[in-house]
């Protein structure tokens, strides 16, 4: 229950646009355990008119409501799980009605439009970007809990960020330079059918893609390891496509200035994610694998020694449909509404 | 080598229409084995005038050609991994173009264009029915010797029938029903992307489809079981599919007449196809299994009691792109030009 | 909350002997969203003394305690994930110190101490037979409510008992044999490393295993269907191993007697299981897959046409360590305690 | 055929020590395949008197002999698919009886005794470590074809060396450090089974294990690498484990000294490795992936660059029971008998 701003305490009203990808799918399934909120709206260019137990197979009989039709003005947050691109127009759309909007496209995530203009095309609606929150909470939640639009960040970006942004605070790495080998599971590439997510494509191969510094998530986590460091970050980015549904995981590969090692660099983790109830910071010697995190909204940090002092190796490992995408959407949205953030998500 | 009618002896010519579904890049894979035949063209509509190697991740630097200007005539035999409709107007062709043909859809399967037009459509070139070959080799091996055009089997009907022929032609099956639940791997659906073919939709899943009487393998089944049993046999069909790329086991609820035990079945099939490559008897209580037949030509078979007298299970599996698709049509190749049927394929 | 017999309200105290198989890990998983209850105690003899973390990819930091130090007499329910045989002398000890007892294991399962013997060895507890109940819950839920001792049904049997229950009892079916060809994922065969469970076997593949007659749960099949059905019933049992972790997924081949059709069969189902969260009766044209109910405590229940009148083709899937084991277990226990029956558990 | 010494023209007599491991079995599958070998003798401790059929899915009936019963002087060359340690006792036996030996153990790979002992245990037999020749065949096939003795490569050294030879002797690379970020299949983990390869464990999942500096392919690949550069050279070197059977990928971060670009780099791959039958050295523009090589003796070489001038990212696979083992095992056979090294193997 939230107090509304007339001081009704009331469950949180819930509307998503695009509701039949992935991301709206897993949304949907967050908010049958969710506790304080019902969805009001679930829209769908291809399946209106439809039960959503048509389009996966599952028993939600929510009826899918065209995106023209979706009474925006009802809910109190709209999620967009919509392309990047439609997602900026239909945000200021969403603010209109009065509602606040949470947008796991990459719309809002760029702070700066000419970054954005180079790596998409020109930003639909730039004069939105000033008052958009990059939703990584555990590092904004201020923001994020008074924000109307909140940019929720990109799948590959979530891990590595909560595995630097304490020792990039504490100038504890030594380059400029991080090399970051991420390997994701095929729900990232979206529920669009393609070549390259045919079961035959995929099963018993394992693949690199976009590879160096061309992936689209490449500017967003340079944008927030350089705030986070107060200088210029550059990142070597080799994302790689694993035989999973599910799960990404980052192995990073960095060098520390003189003082810092393997019980430090642990050490500051747990500082920094002190009581948070989905930073799991494994302790040394373990690893963090997909099966720490697979179907929960946890982030997984852990560190080994690379061979030679100064070092390292961190591994991160997130769910991508979660902490990735729609469970820090609604983690975000708890923030927002101030439920408790682990409402309607495993911890 | 082969001696052609002009008494010369040289490699088989040999021609793919439709080269770049699963079958005939199965088809290019075998051929690179082969030691007495060669390709001559490989065509597809969607990616002539591009080489193999950009099509599928292998090392084939064959330059497709469109259709159209495929040299029919400079081929022996032209196989045709093409749809059912496309290909009987294909096979019409090939043939005035003086080349044999082996047909992988289901365009010449049934004899009878009457079921043809009532499980597909009206059939386009009737005229050519009575000429085709069923080429289930093992069992039709003197008449696909011989053949202008065969109508290479069905992925599904393959194992079944070669388990049930030599006990249908001994009379051992009690009942006019028998029960099939066969399950395969996803390259059977074909390399057209759907939804139902997405990774995130097949792996860890496991679903049924078209149960029954409804797959349209279903007359081809019942065409061949009522000619080995000389009498009307009826089949319910439940095809499922499994989370793999590749095989198709088939379990088989059969009732025999008196006389007839577990011993008697296994020493059937061994007569039967005593000094056959290709068939892999198991010894009694053994099962067949993927891993039995995946990535070779054999189809295995097996058979346990089903715990009362005369109640039987027959468990088959043979690789669906191999023994049933390409494999076979190599097999019936090979038989055509009076090759070792082993050439290019394993046993 | 419960109310004990003191009138005193509070959780309900957990303890779990044999926590670090499957169904253990599963059962933690399961409390840890538990809104009313508590584990006391989780044993184990190889891990005693390690955190739980130790012993599987997660966050859970429970210290496993030896079975012989498990303060039995501080839970109120035990549940035990002990192999048959031992479950039978613990349990005993689980009612002696006081508290209620749910075994997951088969030594309860069957109400005849003789058919055990015959298909397990000499019943080690004869005397507390009587009393067990059979925790189907849908079917047994006013026994299971009342019960000291819960024998928690079988993986493989709970899919078709809840299928076949409204038909057979109604008399709709024909036969006293049902087919039932079962497809079972790997964590059904539990969490001891052997070469049948290695990922390289497993992986690719699909096989048979214990058919006919021969896999253990056929006697408690058999025992629940007779009683269903007031005559003597018999199955055909092919219980297959899918290449997926979770999920059993049941073909069931039966025929009825006149009168009975597919929209009765599916109506039949929705009246008995009218306002049951964890059956989900799919409409006339949908089929059961594991998608359905994987990481779910739902049963999924469907039927199709065989192709002729009065046979039908009945599908039904579970998660094999939800509903099929823990998940019902806990279910029992919200029953047992008096509470909604979906805590700890997604409907 | 070869040339025995005697003059003679036959088939090369092969033995097999330690046949029921997964190399062994590779190796099995692979003369069934080869014109000019044969078995003579195939020993397993576990499975003496057994037919292979018995212990792996297959249609081999080769009876196995127990490792003390083989008859080691009637073959040609012996394979030892045996243990470290054991194995080195094993190949001065081998080479006693007038055998040649090639050993896919580790115990012949690292040419330093002292070496050896850091990393494993003190050598069982120091005195043959100086005529034990590294069969990486491309890199060594003079020495390969004159050796009593072949040490075969780990399975993770041999795509690095294979992908960084022609760079390091040609003195492109500017760093003494090189990043080795690799990913295996399951089946390098070996046949034994163990929670780590428990289909449960592994499916749906992604790890690392001995990130750094501490896997024992690390000193092999150092020690090639220097021999190459002729200088020191240092990995880091992180194994995952994909859940995949076979084939491994690495994703190599280099920084290459000034005059190297993308086009060099595979011009130097290309002169280096023209007519080699099992380097596939892509074009620029496509990424080398499992699929490339899985069931083949091929190693895929790819490029691409990291972003900013002189760093490059080299994407390396093979499959790592062929070329990354038994393939490379039996291409070194080929040589050693002035066979053509393709057969058996595809290419």
Redesign the interface.
């Known amino acids: 229950m939230f107090v509304t701003h007339k001081g009704v305490m009331r469950m949180v009203k819930i509307g998503i646009l695009g509701a039949t990808g992935?991301t709206g799918f897993e949304l949907l399934k967050v908010f049958?355990?969710h506790p304080e909120a019902e969805i009001v709206f679930a829209s769908s260019e291809t399946y209106a008119g439809q039960r959503y137990s048509q389009v996966?197979?599952?028993?939600y009989d929510e009826v899918l409501v065209s995106p023209d039709e979706a009474p925006l003005g009802d809910a109190d947050v709209v999620f967009l799980c919509t392309p990047h691109g439609a997602s900026a127009v239909l945000a200021q759309r969403v603010l209109d009605a009065g509602a606040r909007c949470i947008d796991l496209s990459a719309d809002f995530r760029l702070r700066d439009a000419a970054v954005y203009g180079a790596w998409y095309h020109t930003h639909p609606v730039p004069s939105l970007l000033p008052e958009a929150v990059y939703g990584l909470t555990e590092i904004y939640r201020r923001q994020v809990a008074a924000a109307r639009l909140v940019a929720n960040p990109g799948c590959y970006p979530t891990g590595p960020l909560l595995a630097l942004q304490p020792l990039l605070q504490q100038g504890a790495l030594a380059d400029e330079?991080i090399?970051i080998?991420a390997?994701s599971g095929?729900?990232g590439a979206g529920?669009k059918?393609?070549?390259t997510?045919?079961?035959?494509?995929?099963?018993?191969?394992?693949?690199?893609?976009n590879?160096?510094?061309?992936h689209r998530h490449?500017p967003e986590i340079e944008q927030e390891l350089s705030a986070y460091a107060g200088r210029p970050m550059?990142i070597?980015?080799?994302p790689?496509l694993?035989?999973?549904?599910?799960?990404i995981?980052s192995?990073i590969?960095v060098r520390t200035v003189s003082g810092w090692d393997l019980p430090r660099i642990v050490e500051a983790w747990e500082r920094a994610y002190a009581g948070e109830p989905f930073i799991?910071v494994l302790p040394q010697g373990s690893?963090a694998?997909?099966?720490?995190v697979?179907?929960t909204n946890?982030c997984a940090l852990s560190v080994?020694?690379?061979?030679?002092e100064g070092?390292y190796?961190i591994?991160t490992a997130i769910d991508n449909l979660l902490k990735g995408a729609s469970g820090q959407a609604v983690q975000n949205m708890n923030a927002m509404f101030g439920l408790d953030e682990t409402y309607g998500l495993?911890?």
């Open positions: 992935y049958r355990r996966y197979p599952c028993s330079r090399i080998d390997k095929v729900s529920a059918p393609s070549p997510t045919h079961f035959c494509t995929v099963s018993d191969n394992f693949s690199a893609y590879v160096g510094h061309v490449t550059r070597v980015f080799s790689h694993l035989p999973v549904s599910r799960g995981l192995t590969y799991h690893l694998t997909l099966a720490h697979v179907n946890r080994a020694s690379a061979g030679a070092e190796i591994i495993l911890a």
